[in-house]
């Protein structure tokens, strides 16, 4: 970790000691794996939890010391006990020494969706914790989704806390009934069964637009959260001036909003964003033009706007996995996103050339929370009949949840 990254977390530090809702702890963690060189190689899950400062979910000390080829052996054991049983999901920022055991992988959305096409009793997702959640409200009853590590947030996701977001739609009531709650699917259940029970919608990173122009037909305003990025991007897609979209900040009475800027407003934009896809800047992308002219810059919508603008092409996971794929040898693309899906692609596509933006090399460190480790246990626990880490989502917030989901599937 350099010097400039230890300073950047000190401080952060220092900030939640004097304000915990001053930025979440799973912001914090995110510079925890920074490395300058790309050698993203698992260790024993007690040597990464010796290396870092960050705290992870316990599980027997067993699992903690065993190296990569016993995992291996495991893991795949109890798979082929489990049989069609059990459907490992991976989601594609997930390492690789996790990745190759998922039965299907994906990006949030597209796996919560295949979640609910399966007929396996056991749904073990390799993500973090709302993805798991939108698995469990759009599974059967009879199916139970699992998280191997319970720690594995989003630090976006943590950044719209229920209370916070209960209280800003409240304040926002009070000053305009004509406004739709739209929330990105990286969000909580809680805060997708909010926009359900309001008439909202969930959107996704490749619907974005679609949706907004459905909730725009609704209402003349948009509530957007959790990511203030994605939110901007869409509507500058739309042609919505910068003017007429405002930054909600939960830690100010009224959003730090005056009654004359929400009703003149077409977006409230809650205050968040993605600590992976907010560390690429312009910088880079000159860099990186200025090393390879013919170079493609591609970045994900959750990327500022200033970036956004700067790139050659933009669009979520799968537009950039389809877009690399589909691209011709010898094209050379600089990616703004997560590193483990970069090298992946990378390694798929020998006869192009690929890279991430930031050559500092730093996974979503939620993500990265998922060591093999984990999937072990959580394996063996299901096959001891005492299965561990389930995600069960109360039925109301799962049938208003469901509701805005369902919202979604229905735009074209």
């Not at 979440?24 to 050698?39: D, M, Y």
């Not at 970036?307 to 010898?330: C, H, M, Q």
């Amino acid at each position: 970790m350099t010097t400039s990254e230890t300073e950047r977390i000190v401080q952060a530090e220092e900030n939640y000691k004097k304000d915990p809702l001053y930025i979440p702890l799973t912001e914090l963690e995110q510079s925890a794996f920074c490395q300058t060189e790309n050698n993203l190689i698992t260790k024993p899950l007690k040597e990464e939890l010796q290396s870092t400062w960050i705290n992870w979910q316990k599980i027997p000390e067993s699992y903690q010391n065993l190296d990569a080829n016993e995992l291996d052996r495991r893991i795949l054991k109890s798979k082929a006990v489990l049989g069609k049983d059990l459907v490992v999901l991976g989601h594609h920022y997930q390492r690789d020494e996790v990745i190759k055991y998922a039965d299907i992988t994906g990006d949030s959305y597209l796996l919560s969706l295949e979640a609910s096409r399966q007929n396996a009793p056991y749904v073990v997702f390799c993500g973090v914790h709302f993805m798991a959640e939108t698995a469990d409200i759009l599974t059967s009853s009879d199916q139970t989704v699992i998280l191997p590590n319970m720690a594995a947030g989003c630090s976006m996701a943590d950044m719209a806390k229920t209370n916070d977001v209960n209280d800003a739609w409240d304040d926002i009531q009070t000053i305009t009934t004509a406004v739709t709650p739209v929330t990105y699917m990286n969000s909580t259940a809680s805060i997708k069964s909010l926009c359900g029970e309001n008439n909202g919608v969930v959107c996704t990173s490749s619907n974005a637009q679609a949706v907004f122009e459905w909730a725009f037909n609704q209402n003349e305003k948009i509530f957007f959260l959790p990511d203030e990025h994605l939110g901007r991007n869409t509507g500058r897609k739309l042609g919505i001036p910068e003017s007429q979209m405002v930054v909600w900040n939960p830690f100010k009475p009224m959003g730090g909003l005056t009654k004359e800027e929400i009703l003149s407003a077409k977006i409230l934009l809650w205050k968040g964003h993605c600590s992976v896809h907010t560390r690429f800047n312009i910088t880079q992308i000159n860099n990186a033009r200025e090393k390879f002219p013919d170079v493609t810059v591609l970045v994900h919508p959750e990327c500022t706007n200033e970036v956004v603008n700067a790139a050659n092409l933009n669009g979520s996971t799968e537009f950039i996995i389809d877009t690399v794929n589909n691209s011709k040898p010898g094209s050379i693309f600089a990616i703004g996103t997560e590193i483990n899906l970069v090298n992946r692609l990378a390694n798929n596509n020998p006869d192009k050339q690929i890279f991430c933006l930031d050559s500092m090399v730093c996974p979503c460190a939620t993500m990265y929370r998922v060591h093999p480790a984990y999937l072990c246990w959580v394996l063996d626990s299901i096959i001891e009949g005492k299965p561990t880490n389930i995600i069960n989502v109360d039925e109301k917030t799962s049938n208003f949840a469901k509701l805005s989901v369902n919202r979604m599937l229905e735009i074209k």
